[in-house]
């Protein structure tokens, strides 16, 4: 065996410093590996997620979660199906968990709420020319919820659908209503409508009445995710609701949330009202929309200060430029898309 020469010695000692260099890299991934651990199978870590969207995160004492960037401030309580999303409250299809120093939230909630809300051009799907349909509630012998001085709710939504559509005019968007004047029109004519148009949005209009007269503000719904539940809303029955199965409605999982969180920040603003949140139900029209839909509740008639102010002429015209307002940032957001981009499962 002749004499090794030096520049293998030498390389020999470089490889060994390399070596010892990626066995401490190796090790510290698995430390780190070990400080956050595989969430639960269909969870995924509040904190990654907003890691990878730039957002800074941090718990707020025990239960409150907070994450924000320049253009987004997201907050979360423990437990709890409440979103705040830039001041505006969504309610995701199950609760948030805290598990040690992390933050789960569902993965359908990440993928059809918190992601699409992040990136919302990233979740809609580029149409040309878009086609809205406006469906008045009610009409005929159904005239839905008495205003304060007997003014029926299918009068004050057809009022609404015809403002919403003068304030779209000359803006490319095709509207349509399911009615045009005082009659009475299934649910399943408003769906065959939507199918016919064939609509790109779907929007039900409705005003909100209560036994508890004390409730004011406005909601937006949009249908639960498949085997999630409906968010319990004001004289609901004390039978908690049913999770839902797949539908019609549940393809278009996070362009309704884009759309219901576009039109309910839309409608907030506009009017000043309270802010009852993006909510989910298991409504007919909803359920079997054969597009992006969902439905606004733009009051309490059953209130007496927000009952009066429905009636009148101005308060009608803000609930309609809030609702306009929301169709036309979404349809423009849905016309700068970009390729979906679904979050890998850690
Ligand atoms: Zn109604």
Avoid at 8 to 34: D, N, T, Y
Avoid at 149 to 164: F, G, N, Q, S, Y
Avoid at 337 to 342: D, I, L, T, V
Wanted: overall charge positive; hydrophobic content about 40%; glycine content about 10%.
């Amino acid at each position: 065996m002749g004499v090794i020469p030096k520049w293998k010695w030498a390389g020999g000692g470089w490889g060994g410093r390399m070596a010892a260099l990626w066995g401490l890299l190796f090790w510290s991934f698995v430390s780190m590996a070990e400080a956050q651990p595989t969430p639960p199978s269909g969870w995924v870590r509040l904190n990654y997620l907003a890691a990878r969207q730039g957002l800074t995160a941090r718990s707020e004492g025990l239960r409150r979660w907070v994450a924000w960037n320049r253009s987004f401030r997201v907050e979360l309580e423990e437990k709890s199906r409440r979103m705040v999303f830039n001041g505006v409250s969504v309610y995701l299809n199950a609760e948030v968990r805290r598990s040690g120093s992390d933050w789960l939230i569902t993965s359908v909630d990440a993928n059809t709420i918190l992601m699409p809300l992040l990136t919302p051009s990233a979740s809609l799907v580029a149409v040309g020319s878009q086609v809205v349909l406006l469906d008045p509630g009610h009409g005929g012998d159904d005239p839905g919820a008495p205003g304060p001085d007997r003014t029926p709710e299918k009068k004050t939504t057809l009022d609404i659908a015809r403002r919403v559509r003068a304030k779209l005019k000359d803006t490319g968007i095709t509207v349509r209503l399911t009615r045009e004047s005082d009659h009475i029109l299934p649910l399943e004519s408003r769906i065959f409508a939507a199918k016919q148009a064939p609509a790109d949005l779907l929007v039900s209009i409705h005003f909100n009445s209560s036994g508890n007269r004390t409730v004011s503000g406005v909601e937006t719904y949009m249908m639960p995710a498949p085997g999630f539940s409906a968010t319990t809303s004001v004289g609901a029955s004390r039978r908690p609701p049913r999770p839902v199965s797949t539908c019609s409605g549940s393809r278009f999982g996070a362009m309704n949330s884009v759309l219901a969180w576009y039109l309910h920040k839309g409608m907030v603003s506009a009017i000043g009202a309270d802010d009852r949140g993006v909510r989910q139900a298991n409504f007919y029209v909803l359920r079997n929309a054969p597009c992006p839909a969902v439905l606004v509740e733009c009051g309490y008639l059953s209130n007496g200060s927000e009952g009066s102010r429905i009636l009148t002429e101005a308060h009608r015209e803000r609930i309609a430029t809030g609702v306009a307002r929301g169709i036309m940032t979404y349809v423009s957001r849905s016309r700068e898309n970009k390729a979906p981009r679904p979050i890998e499962m850690q």
